[in-house]
């Protein structure tokens, strides 16, 4: 597709139940980064990927939260036993090339907008 | 010290006026610099990225960086209504990872 891909756009999750939140980066991009941003707040970095090797998940809050990447396209973002702090934004951005280097641009997705009630 | 800093706003301009948005940041290693709009219920969209010291111009945009300060400002020229929108600064910390700030609300008042 033309841009990054989302899906659910919106999910409301009772506490206690699992999501699957999922990616399509823009067609042979690289890099695919997940973020969270809260209402009133700028994103903030969960994890990152380059190709199939997720080489950061240092912002991941908790051990309920994991994300995959397989074939090096595709992502799923996996919460468990949701809480309602986990309610937000959660961005998928890709971009070209592999990290470092000026120069390397990176495309939001419009986001999966969770709620936990 | 929030490593990327931002004022909420929100900040008022009237049509026509320039728009001045500012930001600090804490790593003085940081290297790039990048400013994202933001419309409400929607993603961020780069406008410009910087990488040295000055000014870097893209139509009605303007971008300052002073690495020296920590400092980088976005000027909006001739603002317009679709204008209003959240403003996020992002700093590239090391090789691939993007600290956001909270984003600065600007509403451009016809």
């Known amino acids: 597709g033309a841009g990054v891909s989302q899906s659910p756009r919106y999910k409301v999750a009772k506490r206690g139940q699992d999501v699957a939140l999922r990616c399509d980066p823009i067609s042979g991009h690289v890099s695919l980064f997940w973020y969270q941003q809260a209402l009133g707040q700028g994103p903030e970095f969960l994890t990152y990927f380059q190709n199939e090797a997720q080489l950061d998940k240092s912002g991941l809050p908790s051990d309920r939260f994991f994300a995959e990447r397989p074939e090096g396209s595709v992502s799923t973002l996996k919460i468990q036993r949701t809480q309602q702090e986990d309610s937000a934004v959660y961005l998928c951005a890709s971009s070209l090339a592999a990290a470092g280097g000026s120069g390397n641009t990176i495309y939001f997705g419009e986001g999966s907008w969770l709620t936990v009630v | 010290q929030k490593e990327v800093e931002q004022n909420s706003g929100p900040l008022s301009v009237p049509e026509g006026a320039i728009a001045s948005l500012n930001c600090t940041y804490s790593?003085?290693?940081?290297?790039?610099f990048f400013w994202y709009r933001q419309y409400s219920g929607k993603s961020p969209e780069l406008i410009m990225s910087i990488y040295s010291n000055g000014d870097k111009e893209d139509g009605r945009f303007t971008a300052q960086l002073n690495k020296a300060s920590q400092y980088v400002s976005l000027l909006i020229r001739d603002s317009q209504p679709s204008d209003s929108a959240t403003y996020l600064c992002a700093v590239r910390a090391g090789t691939y990872k993007y600290i956001f700030g909270t984003g600065t609300r600007l509403k451009v008042l016809a």
């Open positions: 790593d003085r290693g940081s290297q790039s």
